[in-house]
């Protein structure tokens, strides 16, 4: 009976948390309601672009970031080569630009995670607004991984955000630019639809994530971290993004501005991929204590992030609680009966894609009928993808095991 009321409640607060997000997602293309502005855009945007072995995607990155650059919105690029050893070096010589500049680390300090090279380029960048004069909250930090692309004026409608004193950070709306491949459309469904609702929704209740690319925070939300604002989470965004609000400060989400990066093609990358974000979302379930007791933290935004740390938990809880429940009911089960239930729930699975499918295709308007559909026929399968990267995730969080070796790019045309 336990296992029949978990399962029943799993089984609803699933399609509920869709249909909400659902919701959300249908004002997700239209501009978000701002505060008027009473402060002046920001007077320097600095891109962190963190390299390790990226030869094959890094110029193209680095060009495309640097002609963010406007007469209003000046920028200059950081690239951190951590530790390199392909052709990473090579290609960023070859790159004369006086709005880029790289930043090389090297053993034993390099390789040391994502967020302690973001840590090193923080500092640096702190130092040199500090000399030249500028004040913190005039400066704005974005993070663009290797494979990550804005379009040029993306930067016109974050410095809007800005414009609001209360704003310390925000995310962009993350595409894949190569959704062609199927399995790149469903990592594309996934982001630009399911994401974007959910990420739509916090926004309306102060609750919203950051992700490792698009990010953009203000130097002196960073600096009110201290010296180290990134960790050595495998989900150093995720965290960054919960310390801040702890901390009071306010993060928006801008659906209006997209950032692409490159999706994976390969199902064990991909699987390798979501069981370091499963594994670092178990990492980050630390927080919830001081989630729950913060003052600055509402009670719409903490059940939204609540559910978001235990999602995984809940997952695992099902996954046991199902085959528990089957076992002990199968005397008084026909083999017809464990089928259609399976099948029910493959069909569910296969509704809610088709559903965000549609959304993708209705909100978006930039992929074929045919390909939503056939990501969307396919989602079931990418689910069980995540359902067994949960369960990796937990096998190495309990035993301890947190080095990763990267995901290797895709070959890409040169700049």
């Given at each position: ?293 913060s003052r600055r933290i509402g009670n ?98 309990l035993t301890g095991r947190g080095a ?12």
């Open positions: 009976m336990p296992g029949s009321v978990i399962g029943l409640v799993l089984l609803l607060a699933w399609p509920a948390h869709i249909l909400l997000m659902a919701f959300a997602s249908w004002g997700g293309t239209r501009p978000a309601r701002r505060r008027k502005a009473t402060a002046p855009r920001p007077a320097q945007y600095w891109i962190i672009v963190p390299c390790l072995n990226e030869e094959r995607v890094v110029d193209r990155t680095v060009l495309a970031a640097a002609d963010l650059s406007t007469p209003s919105t000046p920028v200059r690029v950081l690239v951190i080569d951590d530790g390199s050893d392909d052709d990473t070096g090579v290609v960023l010589s070859m790159i004369v630009d006086p709005r880029i500049q790289v930043y090389r680390r090297t053993a034993p300090h390099a390789r040391q995670g994502k967020g302690q090279a973001l840590n090193a380029a923080y500092r640096y960048i702190r130092q040199v607004t500090e000399d030249s004069g500028l004040h913190l909250d005039d400066v704005v930090i974005g993070v663009i991984d290797g494979d990550g692309r804005m379009e040029p004026g993306a930067l016109d409608t974050v410095s809007e955000y800005f414009r609001d004193p209360r704003v310390g950070a925000v995310q962009c709306r993350v595409r894949i630019h190569n959704r062609t491949h199927t399995l790149a459309a469903l990592q594309d469904l996934e982001f630009a639809a399911i994401a974007n609702a959910g990420q739509t929704l916090r926004d309306r209740v102060n609750a919203v994530a950051l992700g490792g690319n698009g990010q953009f925070t203000r130097l002196s939300a960073l600096a009110s971290l201290g010296d180290n604002p990134w960790s050595e989470c495998l989900v150093e965004d995720l965290e960054l993004g919960m310390r801040l609000h702890l901390n009071g400060v306010r993060i928006r989400y801008i659906p209006q501005v997209a950032i692409t990066q490159q999706g994976l093609v390969d199902a064990r990358r991909l699987l390798r991929q979501r069981t370091r974000w499963a594994q670092g979302n178990l990492q980050c379930l630390r927080y919830a204590p001081r989630l729950i007791a719409m935004a903490l059940m939204d992030m609540m559910y978001y740390l235990l999602a995984p938990w809940l997952t695992i809880l099902g996954l046991v609680a199902a085959p528990v429940g089957l076992a002990l009911a199968w005397s008084s089960l026909s083999v017809a009966t464990v089928a259609a239930t399976v099948g029910t729930l493959f069909g569910t699975m296969a509704v809610a894609g088709l559903f965000w499918a549609l959304v993708h295709r209705a909100s978006l308007k930039d992929a074929s009928l045919m390909r939503c559909l056939t990501a969307g026929l396919a989602y079931p399968f990418f689910l069980c993808i995540g359902l067994a990267a949960t369960m990796r995730g937990l096998g190495r969080h990763w070796a990267k995901t290797e790019r895709l070959v890409e045309e040169t700049a």
